[in-house]
């Protein structure tokens, strides 16, 4: 372990967090330099963690049990690129490097007091959604099989194979024109990255807020009737009559203070924010959307609800972004028919959107379907880790990381070695540029230079268009 | 960005290509009759125009002719070789192209290429994207009291701004849409008529904004020549099919996925024809409209109507009524209340001049 002055800030901070007479459960969690009450003494940590084969960096100090597989520490100085204060989860079971040591706060108080308001509160909004709104909505909606109007409680569940991580109840409340929160609380489980219940869940609630089509404005403060078991129930805001503890850490995880003009609200200018913080982009893409953003004036929130609602996928919005100037009158949902040169050239673009992004998930994808016996089929959450990048003057995108040697899908027997450069369409702007053209099933083969090889796309171009056309509906007639 | 190039193609034509050009007319007229939203016909349009651009795009280099403004391409839909049904606004270069083609015996055909190298003209007007929403508060009120004051608010906002501001009727109740809109499309002494532009949830925008303060409208409806009793759409509330004289609007063509502005657009259309129609012979008619929520469909309506009423003024008066069946409505004036063919209805403010 790292000495620590009394003036570092770190220090500080861990200082108060021990010496703090915390409540029973949150004692429970904590790792602390003489184990009283608390979980374990920090020396036992290390011996814990020592059984596990974890060697950890002097730079960080056990602070906290996450759950039964990670615990929380503290990064007492800048390591790498975690900055001095920042908590960490380290995950004891041997997981991708890329989920290990995630941010789970910036401050070790601040980790430990938004814990402590969380478990405050979870049991009541535990009943609430167990025992009141699921069961309500259960018998009025989905028993009826009606579809309830935005006004109303909605219950949300999130789960990670069969593990519930998030939970809360939505509700559109016209009195301010935004989402009325009554119930969020969300858990870390060993087998789900940080944060993962927390961002899953604020995007299901920024995604329906925009639909909903409201100030975009969340609160946690304003009541709320339920009717369960014949009863009406009043719920008066959030257990925490303000934005959960767990939602403002996340906030300070990436970057986005929650609550901060107003304690009990996510503010419209805060939800954008965090709407942009929350979408996955690769750097490529989040680039492109800032020039969307301030060259064509799209919204954010329009772009964040169709990469989340997977009207476009990252690389399909990637590529459109980076390739036509019409980018804008797609994401609106097309040109007029009767305008056929632009209508024209958005098809042509868009097809080659979906077939960049089909192949992508097919050189991405892992599926062990036809595998060898006895090995069972995985689909969730299973990749190659395959990243793309889009040159903006060519339209040829370049997939890297590839399987070394792998076979290239929809050729026959052609092998890539790491990398693999398409252009969609047409012939290569340049003998050498591109590995391989990609066009649809019934699309006839271009002349192609030695050395490029013909993807045949399984789809068909009526196929391919009618995809698109739906994609280009709910572009119509959502917000 | 890769940037975009065009060519006009010229294709040999034969027995196929005559065939598939008549396809595609005929599929053009037919979408062009289609209701807004009914995209069968412009889905066979656009699969059919798809099959002649491939073919074109696989015509030697020698029968191309490139088209040095593509950007201007943009509106061009040409279909066969005969001048006399190309688009009259057709850009001069690409009229000019075309008829090289079709003199050298060649159907020309437009080919977009959107994916040429090259660095691609950034939009001049460059725009950034609207600021976040202001936070709005009902000042206590709840339920469907909070929403009217939205859009009370709203329309007050839109009257009052150095610029017209949109209004948005999404989601609010039929009866509350319509006499808000009756409230305000009435003049008053000192405030100037203003058109306000109308915004549905989904972002689209009506292409026909609402008069306000534009219309002297009176509060008692005067003798007329003719009452006519209409269900605003059909299929809607069947029990009352035996009451009125018919359905003022075609549930079918109506209620289809599409923006709320096109169904708005719609019904503003039919609504203006059906009124003109109406008020031909220069009687005075008097429609009791049993409405229903949709709520761009109600705009729709009252939008046609305070057109029509500002273009031949006294020539129709509506009678709003209202479905009131399921309501408790302790505060309301149930002495306005009336039963038609067992079904309760309440009575709106009129619009009448």
């Known amino acids: ?209 925009f639909r909903n089509g409201g100030t975009m404005e969340i609160r946690f403060d304003r009541d709320a009737r339920v009717l369960a078991n014949n009863r009406q129930r009043f719920y008066p805001g959030h257990p925490e009559r303000r934005v959960p503890a767990s939602l403002r850490r996340f906030g300070r995880t990436v970057g986005v203070p929650l609550g901060a003009e107003d304690p009990a609200a996510i503010t419209p200018v805060e939800a954008r924010d965090l709407f942009l913080a929350i979408t996955p982009m690769p750097d490529q893409l989040s680039a492109h959307v800032r020039i969307a953003i301030t060259t064509y004036g799209i919204s954010p929130e329009r772009i964040c609800f169709t990469l989340l609602s997977q009207v476009w996928r990252e690389i399909e919005l990637d590529y459109l972004l980076a390739t036509t100037a019409r980018v804008a009158s797609i994401l609106a949902g097309g040109a007029s028919w009767q305008q056929r040169g632009a209508r024209q050239s958005e098809s042509v673009v868009c097809r080659a959107a979906v077939m960049i992004g089909m192949l992508f998930r097919r050189l991405n994808s892992t599926d062990a379907a036809g595998a060898g016996h006895g090995e069972a089929r995985v689909v969730e959450d299973r990749n190659n880790g395959v990243t793309w990048s889009i040159d903006d003057e060519t339209g040829v995108v370049t997939f890297s990381g590839l399987p070394r040697g792998g076979t290239v899908p929809w050729t026959h027997g052609v092998t890539c070695e790491g990398t693999l450069t398409v252009r969609p369409f047409g012939p290569p702007p340049a003998p050498g540029v591109v590995d391989a053209v990609v066009v649809p099933a019934d699309v006839a083969a271009p002349e192609l230079p030695a050395g490029v090889a013909l993807l045949r796309c399984p789809e068909r171009l009526p196929d391919i268009d009618k995809g698109i056309e739906a994609r280009l509906l709910s572009s119509r007639i959502s917000r | ?174 009866s509350a849409v319509t006499e808000m809109l009756r409230e305000f499309a009435g003049a008053e002494p000192g405030v100037p008529a203003r058109r306000v532009p109308v915004e549905y949830r989904d972002g689209s925008r009506s292409a026909n904004p609402m008069p306000l303060r534009a219309l002297p409208l009176r509060g008692q409806l005067e003798p007329s020549d003719l009452t006519l009793r209409f269900a605003l759409l059909s299929i809607r509330h069947t029990e009352m099919d035996a009451a009125v004289d018919g359905a003022w609007l075609r549930n079918a063509e109506i209620s289809r996925p599409r923006p709320g502005a096109q169904t708005d657009d719609l019904v503003y259309d039919i609504t203006r024809q059906q009124l003109d129609e109406l008020a031909r012979h220069g009687s005075r008619v008097r429609l009791d409209l049993y409405q229903t929520g949709l709520e761009a469909a109600v705009v729709g309506f009252y939008k046609a109507l305070a057109d029509h009423l500002l273009a031949r003024p006294r020539s129709v008066a509506v009678q709003p009524m209202y479905y009131d069946g399921a309501s408790v409505a302790g505060a309301r004036d149930r002495s306005v209340r009336i039963t038609v063919d067992s079904s309760p209805f309440r009575k709106g403010t009129p619009w009448t001049m």
């Open chain 1, 1 to 209: 372990m790292m000495a620590l002055t009394e003036a570092n800030p770190v220090a500080q901070s861990l200082g108060r967090v021990y010496a703090i007479s915390w409540p029973t459960e949150v004692a429970r969690m904590l790792i602390t330099p003489h184990a009283n009450d608390s979980a374990m003494s920090v020396s036992d940590a290390y011996a814990l963690l020592a059984r596990f084969g974890v060697d950890l960096p002097r730079e960080l100090l056990p602070l906290a049990v996450v759950d039964n597989g990670s615990i929380a520490c503290a990064a007492l100085a800048d390591w790498g690129p975690a900055r001095a204060g920042d908590v960490l989860r380290l995950h004891l079971a041997d997981v991708d490097p890329q989920f290990q040591l995630r941010l789970l706060d910036v401050d070790p108080l601040a980790y430990v007091a938004s814990i402590n308001e969380e478990l405050a509160a979870r049991g009541e909004g535990l009943r609430r959604m167990l025992d009141e709104i699921g069961p309500a909505y259960k018998d009025t909606y989905l028993r009826a099989e009606k579809r309830p109007r935005d006004f109303v409680v909605r219950p949300v569940r999130i789960a990670c194979q069969n593990v519930i991580v998030g939970l809360a109840a939505i509700a559109q409340d016209s009195a301010f024109d935004g989402l009325s929160v009554v119930a969020w609380q969300t858990c870390e489980v060993p087998h789900v990255a940080a944060h993962e219940g927390n961002r899953a869940l604020a995007a299901l609630t920024l995604c329906d807020a």
């Open chain 2, 1 to 174: 960005m890769a940037t975009e190039a065009a060519c006009l193609a010229g294709v040999v034509k034969d027995d196929t290509l005559a065939r598939l050009i008549k396809d595609i007319e005929s599929a053009a007229s037919r979408a062009r009759k289609a209701e807004p939203g009914d995209r069968t016909d412009i889905a066979r349009f656009e699969a059919l125009m798809t099959r002649l651009e491939q073919r074109a795009a696989g015509v030697d280099p020698a029968r191309r002719m490139p088209l040095p403004d593509p950007a201007a391409c943009a509106e061009v839909t040409l279909v066969g070789d005969d001048p006399a049904r190309w688009p009259g606004e057709m850009p001069a270069s690409v009229r000019a192209a075309a008829t090289a083609i079709v003199a050298r015996g060649l159907v020309p055909v437009l080919v977009v290429e959107p994916l040429d190298a090259g660095a691609t003209v950034r939009p001049s007007d460059a725009q950034s994207a609207p600021d976040p929403a202001e936070r709005w508060d009902s000042g206590g009120v709840r339920g469907r009291q909070a929403v009217e004051a939205r859009f009370r608010a709203q329309i007050c906002e839109a009257l009052s701004a150095p610029k017209p501001r949109p209004i948005a009727p999404s989601g609010i109740n039929n």
